[in-house]
């Protein structure tokens, strides 16, 4: 998930990353292969790879990926709220924020309305809720 790669990445020494992007690239590359057509996990995958990449100092095409898995996400799930699509949002707003671009700060504010919407009435604060929480901070 996106906190793993994080987390691995800013633990990591530059070799460590080197492997983990080639990692986040070859799966990818074998979900794209597995998956034709848009698929939650090939979303996930171009997300994690764009995290490596910015994490490696190529913002510009981590974004880009980043981009796509938030435009696959929409695609997916047009019309209605979804976890993935918040998260998706939340992590370009996140990236664009990083690079000076204030419309990430729109993007953020969308996910952190979606997740209001998803999680009304939620009262504890559940392992699968902790993204809502997140996006208060």
Same mark, same amino acid.
């Given at each position: 998930?996106?906190?793993? @790669?994080?987390?691995?990445?800013? %633990?990591?020494?530059?070799? %460590?990353?080197?492997?983990?992007?080639? +990692?986040?690239?070859? $799966?990818? @590359? =074998?979900?794209? *292969?597995?998956?034709?057509?848009?698929?939650?996990? #090939?979303?996930?995958? =171009?997300?994690? *790879? %764009?995290?490596?990449?910015?994490?490696?100092?190529?913002?510009?095409? %981590? =974004? #880009?990926?980043?981009?796509? $898995?938030?435009?696959?996400?929409?695609?997916?799930?047009?019309?209605?709220?979804?976890?993935?699509? $918040?998260?998706?949002?939340?992590?370009?707003?996140?990236?664009?924020?990083?690079?000076?671009?204030?419309?990430?700060?729109? /993007? #953020?504010?969308?996910?952190? #309305?979606?997740?209001?919407? =998803?999680? +009304?009435?939620? @009262?504890?604060?559940?392992?699968?809720?902790?993204?809502? +929480?997140?996006? /208060?901070?």
């Amino acid at each position: 998930n996106v906190f793993g @790669v994080r987390g691995i990445m800013a %633990g990591s020494d530059e070799r %460590g990353r080197q492997i983990l992007l080639s +990692a986040q690239q070859t $799966a990818r @590359v =074998l979900r794209e *292969e597995l998956h034709p057509r848009d698929h939650p996990d #090939k979303a996930q995958s =171009l997300n994690n *790879e %764009g995290i490596a990449l910015s994490m490696m100092g190529d913002i510009i095409l %981590g =974004l #880009k990926r980043q981009v796509e $898995a938030l435009e696959m996400h929409r695609r997916l799930y047009r019309g209605m709220d979804h976890p993935h699509l $918040a998260g998706s949002l939340d992590q370009v707003g996140e990236s664009m924020m990083a690079i000076g671009n204030r419309e990430g700060v729109a /993007l #953020k504010c969308d996910a952190l #309305k979606m997740r209001r919407r =998803l999680y +009304a009435g939620v @009262v504890t604060l559940t392992s699968q809720h902790r993204s809502t +929480a997140s996006a /208060l901070r």
